[in-house]
Nanobody, 121 residues
């Protein structure tokens, strides 16, 4: 069984910074693309940023220049550095990974439980 666990969310003032972390654990054979998504109240879940195993990144236009995604393949972790936070960044942030477990040859999408980020004065 595979688990993704996020950490690092919280309350921050506008203009502030936070760093989210996501750790993958369990019987993992390989992790491919990892990413962060977010869902604000009353809205659909949306892409924030993704990063391939080779380090290529893709960011949503709304976070370009403010958020940076990175990963540590050896530690099976992905990070999201968020700077210049705005009230509209308030959402539950979810970690996502396309991965293959030891017991299966199928590549599946796995999700964490989410971490709340609130930007407010």
């Amino acid at each position: 069984q595979v688990h993704l666990v996020e950490s690092g969310g919280g309350l921050v003032q506008p203009g502030g910074s936070l760093r989210l972390s996501c750790a993958a654990s369990g019987s993992i054979f390989s992790i491919y693309t990892m990413g962060w998504y977010r869902q604000a109240p009353g809205k659909q879940r949306e892409l924030v940023a993704t990063i391939t195993s080779g380090g290529s990144t893709n960011d949503a236009d709304s976070v370009k220049g403010r958020f940076t995604i990175s990963r540590d393949n050896a530690k099976k972790m992905v990070y999201l550095r968020m700077n210049s936070l705005k009230s509209e960044d308030t959402a539950v942030y979810y970690c996502n990974a396309a991965l293959r477990s030891v017991a299966d040859t199928t590549i599946v999408d796995d999700w964490g439980q989410g971490t709340q980020v609130t930007v407010s004065s």
